[in-house]
């Protein structure tokens, strides 16, 4: 690369993208977002195959999966600063790179420790290609175009999360489990070819110093409350480590936004809450997390527990179904210019509370068509709910601070996943005790009497999850254009 280049690439870009540099940088944040979500949903698919290379345990091979989390969550709220500081493009290359490289030593590591080692910087990597990407569009795509880019951009995700799974089963089996960190690298090679060459540089806050008293209270804090919750189930909840991670990180999280809030230049920026519209599509976008996060975990548990699928077929009938969230993103798009924000996100809000609520009444007499065309209708709803909600929220803030927004999101959803995760799953184990204990179908034989409690227990989770669903419902009517023009002005 030439020094003219390399200067052009570090001067604030000012104007506006073509028509053809518009749609490579959409190529260019599609790219990312996909492989990113492909490293989240594909990595449970081979962790019976670690357990048999490592010659180790369950316990050690969870580590995996919680190392990931664990990073992912730590970069997250310093994400907004470092994006103000070194610009998107900069930061978009550092996640590609580190995930790049992260995938290679997954792929040679020769114990579990030096695996999970690797999959601290595949966390990390993940952490920064979460919010980094879709800032961009905020930050270079005009409004007008924004609702539409980034219902594309959903697609894109949503398809990875549908074709994750599938994928990385297809290559276990006629490659072996190495393929599924190899098949990263060409892919992001690419991206990064492509980051170089079509992303603009622009950095808000070049002179800002980082704020190492916030970065060490968001770290800890994020560290001890994912942790708690992760593990909660396996330590107790009562025992002394898991209420001294709780009661520290919800201490170190709570002086972290005091702290935040009396910085002029923070580490993150709560002052997107000062913008109603952001306020109110954040808790939006909580609730909509939950469903979204619950739904495969239980929905696998029940196709397997209680309708008697091995674990290919259930994986089958899901995919079907979740790949209609894809195809609802440009469809919502086309529904918010026709009808407006709060009429589509209304309208996908009820659907799903109806649609969750008819999950909670699933049992072992329900039966395939059923459930396939229930879960469907799922994706339909969350596909055309999803896209309205993120863009009203990220439009409601200035541009300026867009990079904070983001942050704030993806930090959010990190929390809101293992959270509700942890909740839900206690809940879930203990109406299974629970039913257990008042005899519930005792007079079938043992293997059906587990079947129908456990379908009653996956039922319950339903319905814990349709009552907060339903609660946030008066919130769309709170959504309103002017909310959306306030950030605009700004």
């Given at each position: 690369m030439s020094a003219k280049t390399l200067q052009e690439n570090h001067k604030n870009f000012t104007g506006q993208l073509t028509k053809a540099q518009e749609t490579m940088l959409i190529v260019t944040v599609m790219l990312g977002c996909f492989i990113s979500v492909l490293n989240i949903t594909n990595i449970n698919i081979v962790l019976p195959n670690l357990l048999t290379h490592f010659h180790t345990d369950m316990a050690s091979v969870q580590w995996i999966v919680v190392s990931y989390m664990l990073a992912s969550g730590l970069i997250m709220p310093a994400c907004g600063y470092f994006m103000d500081k070194f610009s998107c493009k900069n930061l978009f290359i550092v996640g590609v790179v580190l995930l790049a490289g992260a995938s290679v030593l997954c792929a040679m590591a020769p114990t579990i420790e030096l695996m999970i080692a690797a999959r601290v910087l595949q966390g990390l990597a993940g952490g920064i290609l979460m919010p980094v990407p879709g800032t961009l569009v905020y930050q270079f795509i005009p409004r007008e175009r924004q609702l539409t880019t980034m219902s594309w951009v959903s697609m894109m995700t949503s398809f990875g999360v549908a074709i994750g799974p599938s994928l990385a089963?297809?290559?276990?089996?006629?490659?072996?489990?190495?393929?599924?960190?190899?098949?990263?690298?060409?892919?992001?090679?690419?991206?990064?070819l492509l980051i170089l060459k079509f992303v603009p540089f622009r950095a808000y806050a070049g002179d800002q110093a980082l704020d190492y008293v916030g970065l060490f209270a968001a770290s800890g804090a994020t560290v001890a409350l994912l942790f708690g919750f992760n593990q909660g189930g396996s330590l107790g909840w009562t025992s002394p480590i898991t209420l001294a991670l709780l009661g520290g990180g919800a201490l170190l999280l709570a002086y972290f936004v005091v702290h935040a809030t009396h910085m002029e230049k923070p580490l993150l920026n709560f002052n997107v809450f000062r913008y109603k519209g952001f306020t109110y599509s954040f808790i939006l976008n909580n609730v909509q997390s939950i469903a979204t996060c619950l739904g495969p975990m239980f929905m696998a548990l029940y196709l397997q527990n209680c309708m008697g699928l091995d674990a290919l077929h259930a994986g089958l009938a899901m995919f079907a179904p979740s790949m209609l969230m894809a195809f609802m993103a440009p469809l919502s798009a086309k529904g918010v210019k026709r009808f407006g924000y709060r009429t589509v996100i209304l309208t996908s809000m009820l659907l799903l509370c109806v649609v969750?609520?008819?999950?909670?009444?699933?049992?072992?007499?329900?039966?395939?068509?059923?459930?396939?065309?229930?879960f469907s209708l799922r994706y339909v709803a969350l596909g055309l709910l999803t896209p309205p909600i993120n863009n009203f929220a990220m439009m409601s803030v200035p541009v300026r601070i867009t990079s904070h927004a983001s942050s704030m999101v993806a930090w959010a959803r990190q929390f809101i996943s293992t959270v509700s995760t942890s909740m839900f799953s206690l809940l879930y184990a203990s109406h299974i005790v629970k039913y257990?204990?008042?005899?519930?179908?005792?007079?079938?034989?043992?293997?059906?009497?587990?079947?129908?409690?456990?379908?009653?227990?996956?039922?319950?989770?339903?319905?814990?999850?349709?009552?907060?669903?339903?609660?946030?419902?008066?919130?769309?009517?709170?959504?309103?254009?002017?909310?959306?023009?306030t950030g605009k002005e700004e």
């Open positions: 089963g297809v290559m276990v089996e006629y490659l072996g489990w190495k393929a599924i960190f190899w098949a990263n690298v060409p892919f992001l090679l690419l991206d990064l969750t609520w008819q999950m909670s009444l699933f049992g072992i007499a329900t039966t395939m068509l059923g459930f396939t065309f229930w257990l204990n008042e005899g519930v179908a005792a007079d079938q034989i043992a293997a059906v009497q587990m079947r129908i409690i456990e379908g009653m227990a996956i039922s319950d989770v339903n319905l814990g999850c349709t009552l907060i669903l339903v609660m946030s419902v008066p919130l769309v009517f709170l959504l309103k254009d002017k909310l959306i023009e």
